[in-house]
């Protein structure tokens, strides 16, 4: 158990729709990463947040968004979903913002766009 | 543009023997690798890492050896168990201004350990 949690474990929904992702980092980490990882891809890295501030962007479409709260859990919000965006999201976490620093991964989400 | 390559989809190796995983990169930043073990249905848990100015770190039954000229490292377990038997992700991270730690993963190998 790393110690970091996502929600919802599996979510399926309908093209055209939005969604919301959860992660709680691990007790005292002040960063949150997200990555996507479609089939048979490794995972890319979407979004950074530290302390609640947005820290770095990947790849990431506009039509994702997320944010980091006060009590550092963070969420992803997926809008306007397409068939290509079925895919597992990671969140990982890490003490700090910055190279060398062991980032923590949660189980994932395993959305599907029907 | 795929940065972090993994040429071997798979790998199947038998129990007690050297299991040797592949990892190429190409840009010249990257100065710190990880590798990284997934098993089904978990997120990915962080394995051994080196940095650039070294060639080799170890852990026990893991060893990573890097080869900056050639832009390749490789991840030896030995004596490999059955319970190694999952996907590895070889990932980099560059030394760059404002780094802020974000991952650039390889597309996995998934290696299987038969008893």
């Known amino acids: 158990d790393s110690g970091v949690t996502q929600t919802p474990k599996h979510l399926i929904t309908a093209t055209g729709q939005r969604v919301t992702l959860r992660c709680s980092p691990r007790s005292g980490d002040l960063s949150v990463y997200w990555y996507q990882q479609s089939l048979d891809q490794g995972l890319q890295f979407l979004i950074q947040?530290?302390?609640?501030?947005?820290?770095a962007k990947g790849n990431i479409l506009e039509r994702f968004s997320a944010q980091q709260f006060p009590d550092l859990h963070s969420e992803l919000n997926l809008s306007s979903l397409e068939l290509g965006d079925s895919a597992l999201y990671f969140c990982?976490?890490?003490?700090?913002?910055?190279?060398?620093?062991?980032?923590?991964f949660g189980p994932g989400t395993r959305l599907t766009v029907l | 543009d795929q940065q972090v390559k993994q040429n071997s989809p798979s790998l199947s190796v038998q129990e007690g023997r050297i299991s040797i995983l592949n990892c190429d990169y190409t840009?010249?930043?990257?100065?710190?690798f990880l590798w990284y073990k997934k098993y089904p249905a978990e997120g990915p848990t962080f394995l051994i890492s080196i940095s650039s100015i070294k060639d080799k770190n170890e852990d026990g039954r893991f060893t990573v050896f890097l080869n900056k000229s050639a832009k390749h490292l490789s991840l030896h377990i030995v004596p490999s168990q059955p319970g190694d038997s999952a996907v590895y992700f070889c990932?980099?991270?560059?030394?760059?201004?404002?780094?802020?730690?974000?991952?650039?993963f390889g597309q996995g190998t998934t290696l299987q350990v038969k008893p």
């Open positions: 947040y530290y302390n609640g501030e947005e820290r």
């Open positions: 840009n010249s930043m990257f100065d710190y």
């Open positions: 990932a980099a991270q560059a030394w760059e201004p404002g780094n802020t730690g974000k991952l650039i």
């Open positions: 990982a976490s890490s003490s700090i913002a910055g190279p060398t620093d062991t980032q923590y």
